[in-house]
């Protein structure tokens, strides 16, 4: 018998997924304090550690890590924006190790260091943001924030904002099927050629877009659908009696506010979270 499947915001995922049994506003706060992890932790090993963790949810949530590889060319290019960036505007000091020169460019072992720690940084919070655009729907967006109070103006632009990135990524998949029926084998690309195709996809893309943002907007308008005047007071959100609290939810709520306050306590505290005491800072 096949497996149900239930869309997402960037895909399907099984609907006996353990993730659903959380209310949408647990899911929703669950992004906003695991987001809060790398901007607060800069030790890198830490980071990995909390790469291998997202690894792991996605494992446990039934969602298909082969999602993971249609962000692989972003990855390699962020690395190198990244690393580029640090070589030719990190700046230069005299205590500074120069590894390489190249011409006037001093390629220093600090500037390396701190492009790989911002780069590892990166890579965990894409992975959050990907899981999160996997177990949520525009509609668990919306009761989410309606079930933290926020006005309904501003929970519905942020469903329809979260739903563009996962229609775009849906775009960018339909491009790329539109290039292999024209018989353009990208494997057999170089890596420079592949670089370049990549940067040439961002013009469709911001093209369907904008198409697709005027279609919304002459939809919500042919309904009668009007932002202004709206008062959350004033409508009743049968939705959110869709959906309960239950004690998994307090237990994880409980769980993350325990979690985030240690790791402020001992940001602000102490010195183990910060760079300094990373063993690729020791090196």
């Known amino acids: 018998m096949p497996t149900k499947m239930r869309r997402s915001l960037l895909g399907y995922l099984p609907v006996d997924s353990p993730i659903f049994r959380l209310h949408p506003m647990t899911r929703l706060l669950f992004l906003l304090v695991v987001s809060a992890y790398p901007m607060l932790v800069r030790m ?43 070589t030719f505007f990190g700046g230069y000091q005299p205590d500074y190790r120069v590894l390489l020169k190249l011409g006037p460019i001093k390629v220093c072992w600090e500037n390396l260091r701190w492009a ?18 996997c177990t949520m729907r525009e509609r668990d967006i919306v009761v989410g924030l309606r079930a933290l109070k926020v006005p309904f103006v501003l929970a519905y632009m942020a469903g329809l904002a ?72 004033a409508r009743t959100d049968y939705i959110l009696s869709k959906y309960e609290m239950t004690k998994l939810d307090y237990a994880v709520l409980a769980a993350m506010g325990a979690f985030l306050a240690a790791i402020i306590v001992l940001r602000l505290a102490t010195n183990w979270l910060s760079l300094e005491s990373s063993l690729l800072y020791k090196i």
């Open 116 to 133: 790989l720690v911002v780069y590892i940084q990166l890579i965990f919070a894409i992975l959050i943001m990907i899981f999160f655009l």
């Open 44 to 86: 890198p090993e830490l980071n990995v550690a909390g790469s291998v963790f997202m690894l792991a949810l996605f494992k446990i949530s039934k969602v298909d890590l082969r999602i993971i590889k249609n962000y692989k060319m972003a990855f390699v290019n962020l690395f190198f924006v990244i690393a580029i960036a640090y």
């Open 162 to 233: 979260l739903r563009s990135i996962g229609l775009s990524i849906i775009d960018f998949n339909t491009i790329r099927e539109a290039e292999k029926a024209r018989a353009l084998d990208l494997a057999a690309l170089p890596f420079t050629e592949k670089v370049k195709k990549f940067g040439m996809y961002i013009v469709p893309l911001v093209a369907l877009a904008i198409r697709r943002s005027d279609e919304v907007s002459n939809a919500l308008d042919s309904r009668g659908f009007k932002f202004t005047g709206l008062r959350s007071g």
